[in-house]
């Protein structure tokens, strides 16, 4: 730097991988949906999964909806970044689609429950990722009974499931409250999180 | 955590700190005073200054203009965090004002210059610091020649420190390009930055 010339090139922004996770049925299919209807600056990670289509839901969109047998040929062939088997089905993340994303410049967004978020940060630990949790107890239970697709002992395990999964909360970078009648706020501060992260001087420490 | 009842008690925001800072003449009192203007729910803090006062200043709103006299006074009895003399003038935080602020649960913000940024890290390690930078040099050369109340040589003067001044980026959190036509847009990236810093779980780098 001359006594003439002041750089100003001092703000490169990097593309991000952004990992929206928490507890079973705290709605984060929800939030991600509402964030692909606003048309956010975002490449939205499709996972594969082998459980069957949920009504309202869109192949291509919310899931690639694949059969069992599909399902292994991705494992042999390294196809997935990671998958596990969670309530009798397989969900997995397609790696091509992320590294594809990335390599173009743009922030790619993910859900995925707390297990598939520790192994994420393993391979990317830069990655931003936030914890979504219910207003309250009485909110959870609510969403797990009103997802009529699911057995009595099936809610039973998610409940139980859904208190282990609280306490993976130090795990994370930022945590954000998903009420029910607030999900556009719950969205809002997502973005708001997104532009900040984009805007970081200082790393962050990571929890690995 | 019993299987029965799930703790939601997670998540308890903290006030913050923010500090606006950048390079002289890059228009943190613009900034401040935009944010003023929206209402947002945030302590401003006002500086006292014995620099004589501008058009369109007023009196506790952006400075308290005091005499040297009565600046000396509160240096003598320990009544500022921090102060510094600057372009033939004191400028000083009133260490009373934040304390209050932040023992209310409010957020507080403030502008200072970069050597008073890292005097305030010192004293809140904890505080949220955000750099502003021109867009280019010509932004800032401008914004310094529109500044009718300057000599030449306090324009050589003042490009001379910011050139300075920019090379203190890395002891902050944040950056945001402050460009002149778009300043509610920077006010937008800092309001995002904060709502981010108050969903952060694990605790950001600090540079010392």
């Given at each position: 730097m001359t006594e003439?010339?002041?750089?100003?090139?001092?703000?490169?922004?990097?593309?991000?991988?952004?990992?929206?996770?928490?507890?079973?049925?705290?709605?984060?299919?929800?939030?991600?949906?509402?964030m692909f209807?606003?048309?956010?600056?975002?490449?939205?990670?499709?996972?594969?999964?082998?459980r069957p289509k949920r009504e309202n839901e869109v192949e291509g969109v919310d899931y690639f909806f694949v059969t069992m047998d599909r399902f292994q040929q991705m494992i042999a062939h390294n196809e997935l970044l990671e998958y596990s088997w969670v309530y009798?089905?397989?969900?997995?993340?397609?790696?091509?689609?992320?590294?594809?994303?990335?390599?173009?410049?743009i922030d790619v967004i993910m859900r995925i429950d707390v297990?598939?978020?520790?192994?994420?940060?393993?391979?990317?630990?830069?990655?931003?990722?936030?914890?979504?949790?219910?207003?309250?107890?009485?909110e959870l239970r609510d969403r797990i009974i009103n997802r009529k697709s699911e057995s009595e002992e099936e809610i039973r395990h998610r409940l139980a499931t859904?208190?282990?999964?609280?306490?993976?909360?130090?795990?994370?970078?930022?945590?954000?409250?998903?009420?029910?009648?607030?999900?556009?706020?719950?969205?809002?501060?997502?973005?708001s999180i997104i532009v900040a992260e984009h805007h970081r001087i200082v790393p962050r420490k990571i929890n690995l």
């Open positions: 003439d010339t002041i750089s100003f090139d001092l703000y490169h922004p990097q593309p991000l991988l952004i990992v929206i996770s928490g507890p079973t049925a705290v709605g984060k299919d929800a939030v991600i949906k509402l209807e606003r048309k956010l600056l975002l490449h939205f990670v499709v996972t594969s999964t082998t009798n089905a397989y969900k997995g993340i397609p790696r091509q689609q992320i590294e594809n994303a990335l390599a173009s410049g297990q598939g978020a520790r192994k994420i940060r393993q391979i990317y630990p830069e990655c931003v990722q936030i914890f979504l949790i219910p207003k309250d107890e009485k859904a208190g282990e999964e609280l306490k993976c909360l130090p795990q994370f970078d930022y945590i954000v409250v998903n009420e029910n009648s607030y999900l556009h706020h719950t969205v809002d501060t997502i973005w």
